[in-house]
């Protein structure tokens, strides 16, 4: 499972970025695809996720009505539209895939056994 995270960059406060996630080597069908991120000095946490079978869509308290995740299965690419960035949203933002249903437990669970993490897109916001 290789997954490409991008759109990354540099934004004020209040700005919106639009990051990408795409699949190489295998096809987005059946997978639940999550948005995480790090920050200097802390843990990666979970942002968002979505089902690719029924497009459920979960969110973390954070970021709850500021991003939005879609998935384009035609083009094995997901995304993650964010909008009303605060200085607290700088991190690097990685994406990964598993079969297990989107929720809060998808995102704790690939959070901390996800193996295949690629390089991140860095996402500064200035204040």
């Known amino acids: 499972v290789q997954l490409q995270a991008s759109g990354g960059g540099l934004v004020q406060a209040g700005g919106s970025l639009r990051l990408s996630c795409a699949a190489s080597?295998?096809?987005?069908?059946?997978?639940?695809i999550g948005w995480f991120r790090q920050a200097p000095g802390k843990e990666r946490e979970g942002v968002s996720c979505?089902?690719?079978?029924?497009?459920?869509?979960y969110y973390t308290d954070s970021v709850k009505g500021r991003f939005t995740i879609s998935s384009n299965n035609a083009k094995n690419t997901e995304y993650l539209q964010m909008s009303s960035l605060k200085p607290e949203d700088t991190a690097v933002y990685y994406c990964a895939a598993d079969f297990l249903h989107c929720s809060n437990l998808f995102l704790e669970e690939v959070r901390t056994t996800f193996g295949s993490w690629g390089q991140g897109t860095l996402v500064t916001v200035s204040s």
């Open positions: 080597g295998f096809t987005f069908d059946g997978y639940s």
């Open positions: 979505i089902s690719t079978v029924n497009g459920y869509a």
